[in-house]
């Protein structure tokens, strides 16, 4: 819903790879919990012999998952984007009180949202989106 288009071209390119070189095992990681679940639907529904196995988020002290995506973040704002992630694991608060909290500390909020016990969000802080989900 908020980046159409996106999950078509990535799931052609791994069913292109896929079929191309026939792996008995495919990882990916939880960071990405959309992708991976319809990369996984996509490996079953075309009855692809491969298994998929999702790999858990690696998370810095500070709660942040880790991410290509940090090296872009200055030092200062890798201390600000774990709030992010920090506040996305507080069971006690609604997907509506994160986000006003977010809002309060400077993030444009892209969407935070609880499906099927997990929480996902994607945040942007300056010119950099982040997304983190975590299961509750």
């Given at each position: 819903?908020y980046?159409?288009g996106?999950?078509?071209?990535?799931?052609?390119?791994?069913l292109?790879?896929?079929?191309?070189?026939?792996?008995?095992?495919?990882y990916?990681?939880?960071?990405?919990?959309?992708?991976?679940?319809?990369?996984?639907?996509?490996?079953?529904?075309?009855l692809?012999?491969?298994?998929?196995?999702a790999?858990?988020?690696?998370?810095?002290?500070?709660?942040?998952?880790?991410?290509?995506?940090?090296?872009?973040l200055?030092?200062?704002?890798?201390?600000?984007?774990?709030?992010?992630?920090?506040?996305?694991?507080?069971?006690?608060?609604?997907?509506?009180?994160?986000?006003?909290?977010?809002?309060?500390?400077n993030f444009?909020?892209?969407?935070?949202?609880?499906?099927?016990?997990?929480?996902?969000?994607?945040?942007?802080?300056?010119?950099?989106?982040?997304?983190?989900?975590?299961?509750?």
């Open positions: 819903e980046r159409p996106h999950f078509n071209g990535m799931l052609t390119i791994v292109k790879m896929h079929c191309l070189t026939l792996p008995t095992r495919s990916f990681g939880e960071k990405d919990y959309q992708q991976y679940q319809l990369i996984k639907d996509m490996i079953e529904a075309y692809l012999p491969t298994e998929v196995i790999c858990p988020i690696i998370r810095a002290d500070n709660n942040l998952a880790l991410s290509s995506r940090n090296n872009r200055s030092k200062d704002e890798i201390i600000h984007a774990a709030n992010f992630s920090n506040l996305l694991k507080d069971e006690k608060l609604s997907d509506e009180q994160i986000i006003n909290k977010l809002s309060m500390l444009k909020i892209d969407y935070i949202q609880t499906t099927n016990n997990r929480r996902f969000g994607a945040v942007y802080l300056n010119d950099g989106r982040l997304i983190d989900n975590v299961e509750l």
